[in-house]
């Protein structure tokens, strides 16, 4: 069964410092997102981007984060500066287009767990 | 604006028994609804869907759900739980009015630990 791969599964940092998570999606799919848990919080939406460019975000997803497709097939999250309060776990997910676009189903990676000191 | 409520932090059943994990939404239009369980370093894994027509939603590993509309509800339920069941469940909605490109823009509940015992 396709799976959406993570790495790292989890990255100790240092506050200021910058992180890169990276996402494989799952390769026939068109849309990719990302969401972050907060430990003993809601699974939240971040982003979600199609086509190139980001087609959603949420508050949570200010100038310090963006993401990228660099090669058409990596998937990455990137955090400029971190904060105390960017520890979370993040997960990537992608989903198929089909006529029904707001019922796509999201296949999630394991996640990556992020520890900002 | 859409969410979701879980009650339950915690549900306990004893294994062959029935099982149900409650989830309410509120959303300003009408929902799609989502099943989502994680194991242990695994993602989110997709259970069961609710669209549109029959209300009771058959999905994976013999789970099903019910939308009521009247009580703005989709509860899970299996009528016979297994220990490998035990997992964290969460319940998701997104508003079908959103459209647009909020394709993938789901809410979660704050999930429910479903344990069963042998």
């Known amino acids: 069964e396709p799976e959406v791969t993570q790495t790292p599964s989890h990255q100790v940092t240092q506050m200021g410092q910058e992180v890169i998570l990276r996402c494989v999606p799952i390769?026939?799919?068109?849309?990719f997102y990302w969401y972050r848990q907060i430990l003993g919080q809601k699974v939240e939406f971040l982003v979600s981007f199609y086509n190139n460019e980001i087609s959603e975000k949420s508050e949570i997803f200010d100038d310090q984060f963006s993401v990228e497709r660099p090669d058409g097939s990596n998937f990455t999250l990137k955090i400029r500066s971190t904060k105390l309060e960017d520890s979370a776990m993040y997960f990537c997910a992608s989903s198929e287009r089909t006529s029904l676009s707001g019922a796509n189903v999201l296949t999630f990676g394991a996640g990556s767990r992020l520890t900002v000191l | 604006a859409q969410s979701v409520a879980q009650p339950e932090d915690q549900v306990n059943v004893a294994e062959g028994n029935p099982l149900t994990v409650k989830c309410t939404y509120s959303?300003?239009?009408?929902?799609?609804l989502f099943w989502y369980v994680q194991y242990p370093n695994r993602g989110l894994q997709f259970l069961l869907k609710y669209i549109t027509g029959d209300n009771l939603v058959k999905g994976s590993y013999g789970f099903e759900a019910e939308f009521n509309k009247s009580q703005t509800s989709f509860h899970l339920k299996k009528p016979s739980a297994l220990v490998s069941d035990s997992a964290l469940y969460f319940c998701?909605?997104?508003?079908?009015?959103?459209?647009?490109?909020?394709?993938?823009?789901?809410?979660f509940g704050q999930g429910t630990i479903l344990t069963v015992h042998p």
């Open positions: 959303v300003s239009g009408n929902p799609y």
């Open positions: 998701a909605v997104r508003d079908r009015k959103a459209g647009g490109t909020s394709y993938g823009k789901l809410t």
């Open positions: 390769s026939n799919h068109l849309y």
